[in-house]
């Protein structure tokens, strides 16, 4: 009996060493094997590169755990990358030079505009794309089709969350909207009119702003149009830079006290950008905000956020969430159809239900949107994010709302197609 423990530690030391030997063989194998490249098409530069920071960090994380855990089909992942600047064109060029350099798969994006136009050419190249930041109904909506897959909520579903809170709170109250120029903007202007019974633009104004090219002097005017108005809630359908540029300008104009604003998309980076002091009470929506695992329990999510904010001292936005999603999502994929081919790979995804960073998820078949839990959120105050350890504590969740309720219904997408002539199902 007395060598009974020097037996059982012997036995614990020499299986220890078999795992680790074993460790050691598969990452040999996976690193001398011949890797898989995909392309991360994002914004480096421009209005958005903020969101396209976080979208590198959140992809090279899963990367690096994918090629520690054996890669896929037994080969590393490798990826390339291209700076899109928020350009539609840049991004359509950016897929041919991707592709070129053998990418299996594409993803990215900030902006709407350019997750239409490196789809499309994407579809061209027989290429699967997979969408980050594209919140456009267009995305999945007329301008869907087969090779794109959209891992994000869009307009409708945002606007639908968002709605449900301000209907509560603000009805029968003036509002009024500020709009980037481009099909983003203009979905969800449209959304949230439809959600919060504001249609009548006789009673509730509007201005756009360019995009990109919206400037200080024009973010400016739109505001000073909109204190004209004397709305009581002040909707911003703005993003990336310009959302900041506007919302220290409404701060130093007095509105953040004369109005509720409402900007339909928060992220992380923006509020960070703008300040919280300046963004406290902001009303908006989000398909994933860092303290969603936390609060509401899911262990892998909050896993996420802990290794993340260990490697990068931040905590991850939705970009790096989407982003490392994506991967983790082609991998699944290419895993169960035993091939990188885009049309097997198609065929796997569509109808797949699965849990990653929160509850359930699924990537519809009809048209590609993936169909989640929603969430209405307001910025906390500047005494609650700065007792944060990253002074990142900025969302409290007011609503959730599931994704089968959020999303349009298959008959309302057909008829939504239909409006442009396009057919009944993904080409």
Not at 184 to 196: K, L
Not at 370 to 380: F, H, M, P, S
Request: net charge neutral; with cysteine; proline share 4%.
């Amino acid at each position: 009996m007395r060598h009974a423990r020097p037996m059982r530690h012997a036995r614990h030391c020499l299986t220890a060493r078999l795992l680790a030997g074993m460790t050691l063989l598969v990452s040999l194998t996976v690193s001398a094997a011949q890797p898989v490249a995909i392309g991360i098409n994002y914004p480096r530069s421009g209005e958005y590169s903020q969101e396209g920071l976080m979208q590198m960090r959140g992809a090279l994380m899963a990367i690096d755990e994918i090629n520690a855990a054996g890669g896929v089909l037994g080969r590393p992942i490798t990826l390339l990358e291209a700076d899109t600047a928020s350009r539609p064109a840049q991004a359509a060029d950016n897929v041919d030079q991707l592709a070129d350099q053998g990418a299996r798969m594409l993803f990215g994006g900030s902006s709407s505009a350019v997750a239409v136009a490196a789809g499309q050419r994407a579809r061209q190249r027989g290429l699967l794309y997979f969408g980050t930041l594209t919140y456009s109904n267009d995305t999945t909506g007329k301008d869907g089709h087969r090779y794109m897959f959209r891992e994000c909520y869009n307009a409708w579903m945002s606007s639908r969350v968002l709605g449900q809170h301000l209907r509560e709170h603000f009805a029968d109250q003036r509002y009024f909207y500020i709009t980037a120029d481009y099909t983003w903007g203009h979905t969800t202007e449209d959304s949230m009119r439809r959600f919060t019974d504001t249609g009548n633009e006789a009673d509730h104004g509007r201005v756009m702003v360019p995009f990109p090219g919206g400037r200080y002097r024009q973010i400016q005017a739109a505001l000073a149009e909109a204190a004209e108005s004397e709305a009581d809630v002040l909707v911003m359908v703005l993003f990336g830079n310009q959302m900041v540029t506007a919302m220290r300008l409404a701060y130093e104009m007095g509105l953040t006290r004369r109005m509720q604003i409402v900007v339909p998309n928060l992220t992380l980076s923006m509020v960070e950008q703008a300040g919280p002091g300046i963004m406290e009470g902001v009303l908006g929506a989000t398909p994933w905000t860092w303290n969603v695992p936390f609060h509401y329990d899911y262990p892998r999510g909050q896993a996420f956020v802990n290794t993340f904010a260990e490697r990068y001292e931040t905590y991850p936005s939705t970009s790096a969430a989407s982003a490392y999603s994506i991967v983790y999502q082609w991998r699944d994929a290419v895993t169960r159809a035993r091939s990188f081919d885009s049309e097997r790979l198609i065929a796997a995804l569509e109808g797949h239900r699965y849990s990653l960073l929160k509850d359930e998820q699924q990537w519809r078949a009809f048209d590609h949107q993936n169909v989640q839990t929603v969430y209405a959120v307001r910025i906390n105050p500047r005494r609650t994010v700065m007792a944060d350890r990253f002074r990142q504590d900025y969302f409290e969740i007011l609503d959730a709302m599931d994704g089968e309720r959020a999303t349009q219904t298959h008959v309302e997408w057909i008829a939504e197609r239909a409006r442009y002539g396009q057919p009944p199902g993904l080409e």
